[in-house]
């Protein structure tokens, strides 16, 4: 098995995602899907990456690529549920006659307009509960006398607890558990490519499923940077009309963002004491949102991790879309080297 040394792969950080019954994996200059077909074979997609930075350095800049890393993940986020769904072989089912009708009605694009809709829906969601909610909780707490420091204090509390309710509802549903363990399993690879152990399951397995520069603890660090940013808003210019308090919170989401993303990057390279204590909080977060992998989910996001620093297995059968099928996790290991036939008997 290859060691992930710095002479074989300079470290780098590698970021993840859950799928459909698989992992998604991102490295600098590519990322990759893998996921766990019902005959048990796992099926790779490679898709070269350049980050927009490249093109636009300015959006490479400190704040700022935090709230453009927003944007981006939140459309690429949905790019890949997609793609790991259609990889499954979910799509392949018949189409319902609703299904037909809409494909006749909207040709070869109805694939962008679901999706278009689909990110249109999730933003309208997420600012409806985390938005809209608080921001009308701090008006009817604002209009009762309270301070500037109570009201605030309340309404980020009262996202905190919406986030946290939704996490533990949507873990009730099965298929959300299982996503929950390859959410695990993405993060014991991660932990084990950044120890520079070999990629097994074995070794992934006695990692942390708990890791510092997770979604989830972006999330409770945007709740809590965007109280601190509210307050002192709250405190310069206190906004009355309910209305104008939600525009103010949307036209601050960028920077929340921003801040954020620095915070989480700081908080997940430092060794100090308190960089260890400040993102305790977000770490206990991600006991929501992971679960103890099974071996096969393992296997999986060892095969993303393996495709997206070295490429998709040369030796791999391809189907016709060009993904790589798998009967192992070893075979996308780079040192691995396919049994060889054995030669025929002689006449």
């Not at 796992?42 to 890393?69: C, D, F, L, Q």
């Not at 939704?166 to 695990?184: E, I």
């Not at 915070?263 to 949102?289: N, Y």
């Not at 993904?323 to 030669?343: C, K, T």
Request: proline share 8%.
């Amino acid at each position: 098995m290859a060691k992930n040394n710095p002479s074989a792969c300079p470290r780098v950080d590698i970021g993840g995602q859950a799928v459909m019954e698989g992992v998604m994996m991102r490295s600098p200059d590519a990322t990759a899907i893998a996921v766990r077909r019902p005959d048990h074979s796992i099926v790779v997609k490679r898709t070269p990456y350049e980050p927009i930075s490249k093109k636009h350095p300015w959006m490479g800049k400190p704040v700022i690529r935090g709230a453009v890393n927003m944007v981006t993940m939140l459309i690429f986020g949905m790019t890949t549920l997609q793609d790991s769904t259609q990889m499954l072989g979910v799509l392949d089912e018949e189409p319902t006659a609703f299904e037909k009708w809409l494909a006749k009605k909207l040709g070869k694009g109805i694939d962008k307009i679901v999706m278009a809709t689909a990110i249109v829906l999730a933003v309208a969601l997420s600012i409806g509960l985390f938005m809209a909610i608080p921001a009308g909780v701090e008006s009817l707490l604002k209009s009762s006398g309270m301070s500037p420091l109570g009201y605030t204090l309340l309404g980020g509390l009262v996202k905190i607890a919406i986030l946290l309710g939704y996490m533990s509802l949507v873990a009730l549903v099965p298929d959300v558990r299982r996503t929950f363990q390859y959410h695990g399993a993405e993060h014991k690879t991660v932990y084990c490519h950044e120890a520079e152990l070999p990629l097994t399951p074995e070794n992934a397995q006695t990692f942390s499923t708990l890791h510092p520069r997770c979604g989830t603890a972006f999330l409770l660090i945007v709740f809590t940077i965007s109280i601190l940013l509210f307050l002192v808003l709250n405190i310069l210019l206190p906004i009355s009309n309910y209305f104008l308090r939600l525009f103010a919170h949307l036209l601050m989401l960028p920077l929340v963002a921003g801040i954020s993303y620095e915070v989480l990057k700081g908080l997940a390279h430092s060794d100090s004491r308190i960089a260890h204590i400040l993102r305790w909080p977000g770490l206990q977060l991600q006991r929501l949102t992971t679960r103890r992998p099974d071996e096969g989910m393992l296997e999986c996001a060892i095969s993303a991790m393996n495709a997206a620093l070295y490429g998709l297995p040369k030796h791999a059968p391809r189907t016709a879309e060009g993904w790589a099928i798998l009967h192992s996790y070893r075979e996308s290991d780079p040192d691995y080297v396919p049994p060889q036939p054995e030669p025929a008997p002689e006449a």
